[in-house]
């Protein structure tokens, strides 16, 4: 079946797949959804549903760029951040979910599954942001709002992807991973990451 497909009908059919998945996930959240999808994926579909979001982000942060509020801000460099970082910043926050899951607290899931979890509920909540997070004043509250949605859906996602069940353990792993991931970040890219 495969070989009578494109490979751009067989980007369409995954993309379109994460994206009904993502609505699952999103509008009945729970581990148990979060289950259902954990291994429909890999590595390979969650790093290109994250860079259709990187993409779209990068556009409309490059276009935002030119309104008269953001005259200090450069639509290339807004371009190339995001085009770039997205998926970096989603490989290295995945990465240290999986690492410290797996290290301490004993979790058994693969990193194939942490990724394509996390992206079922990052990719749309990240096009959400890109949308409406440039608004004055409202782009505050969607970004508060998305951020707590992040972590909810983040804290959902450990649980099933690593199956690290029971008390503080899933936000524990959370918060190592922001706090890991905002350090290996400024060691590998310093103030320069910030620029943008």
Known sequence: MLGSMTLTDHIRRSVDDEMRQSLAV??????????????????????MYVLLASIVSAVVAAFMAFMPWHADIS??????????????????????????????FGGTGRYAEVAYTFALFFVPLSLLSSALGWIPVLG???????????????YL???????????????????????????????????WWQGF
């Open 26 to 47: 999103l509008t009945r959240p729970s581990v148990r959804t979060f289950e259902l999808f954990e291994r429909k994926g890999g590595v390979n579909e969650a790093l």
């Open 75 to 104: 639509p290339w460099a807004q371009f190339v951040n995001r085009l770039v970082g997205i998926p970096i910043q989603f490989g290295i926050f995945t990465g240290v979910v999986y690492w410290v899951g797996k290290q301490f």
């Open 140 to 154: 505050f509250f969607v970004s508060l709002l998305i951020s707590l949605a992040l972590i909810y859906y983040g």
């Open 157 to 191: 996602a450990v649980q099933s992807s690593m199956n690290i069940r029971g008390g503080a353990n899933p936000a524990i792993t959370l918060l190592v991973a922001a706090l890991g991931t905002t350090a290996l970040n400024f060691l590998v890219f310093g103030n």
